[in-house]
């Protein structure tokens, strides 16, 4: 009865293997044959002298023993070896010297050996699991999913795939204003993918520029057509976004492919995004025009680029100057972002000669020198230059008092009065 349970044992084993997926017939047949010579070493201190045959499609196997015909009294390791006297028991013409192969069945071993292959089996098939998943995600970096919330906690989500992987949204990878309940379907992309010890872990993000970008490719056709490009994009997760886009097929409009009919395209990622504002502009290599665009509703009067330190001076009639910035400075945060140049906005004051204007060096009377020095870092020298320049951006970027900014203001501005 016993070694009919020791043999069920072992076909349970087989057809638990046969389950598991993503695991290919050569990759099993070898961890299947890993793990029994695994056992066979630990019980007789090697397993180079036995040949292990596993069919896991019968789930059957045979193990072979090859031993040395020794003569009787010079048997030292029952293992490797066998008398002359026991080989030719199996056959009368065996003589020393000789190789005897024998069939061992496994299950006399009994049943601490079959529990151990059982063990050793399980913790091989994990490994693969744990390996085979990694492979999957690595691939998938970038790949837009959808997974079940399965636990929320403080700092980050649980969700399960459709195989039950677990994945993981930190609050870091999240839109502020995402909100989601267990059982609830998440989308995001697949953002990186860490295997620390050989413990694979799935971290998903919906702030990412990708994720982003693939929702575009997703909802407009021609994009997904490589008729359209895009070439950047900035964002404020849940806030606002700009993307620059580009086709090389003039008879496509790609802003308004991007939008849609009444902004059929655009809506359902708004909305996948938590009402982010998003802007889509022509991209162009032209840097001057680019960065006349990226600051849009803004119009622009004109601008001064330095291309070495990547800095552009834009000029702006002051009602457009608000516009520029943008709310809490968002406007502007993503023109710099999307054009990868440093953006200082002016007013563009009619009719001021540039002759006309004073280095603030020669304020040093009225003004400190180290207020100077604070506006100069910030790459304004003149006067001129200090009036045009919004209040705002003067505190923000000098790190300077209010109270400050607008002593130095007004003694300037007196300066012209006179």
Known sequence: MAKKEETISLIDTFSEFKELKNIDRT???????ESFRS?????????????????????????????????DENLTNPNMQISLTEAQKIDASYEVGEEVTDEVI????????????RQTLASKILELEKDSLYAKYTDMIGTVI????????????????????????????????????????????????????????????????TFLQRLFEMEVPEINDGLITIKKIARIPGERAKIAVES???????????????????????????NENIDVINYTSNISLFIQRSLSPAKVSSIRLNEEEKRAEVFLKPEEVSLAIGKGGMNIKLASMLTEYTIDVFRDLDGAAEDEDIYLDEFKDEIDEWVINSIKAIGIDTAKAVLSAPREMLIEKTDLEEETVDEVLRILKSEFEE
């Open 248 to 274: 090389y097929d003039e008879r496509i409009d790609p802003v308004g492919a991007c939008v849609g009919v009444k902004g059929s395209r655009i809506h359902g990622i708004v909305r996948e995004l938590r």
């Open 27 to 33: 990759t099993m047949v070898s961890v299947l044959e």
């Open 146 to 209: 959808n997974a079940e919330v399965y636990q929320i906690w403080k700092k980050e989500i649980l969700l399960l795939d459709d195989d039950g992987n677990e994945l993981l949204l930190p609050k870091t990878e999240q839109i502020p204003s995402d909100f989601y309940r267990k059982g609830e379907t998440a989308r995001a992309v697949v953002e990186r993918v860490e295997n620390k010890n050989n413990n694979p872990k799935i971290v998903l993000s919906r702030i990412s520029p």
């Open 39 to 71: 056992v066979i070493a630990k019980m007789f201190g090697t397993d180079e002298n036995y040949d292990v045959i596993v069919n896991p499609d019968k789930g059957d196997f045979e193990i072979w023993r090859n031993r040395a015909v020794v003569e």
């Open 106 to 117: 496994f299950a006399k071993f009994g049943r601490r050996a079959i529990l151990n292959l």
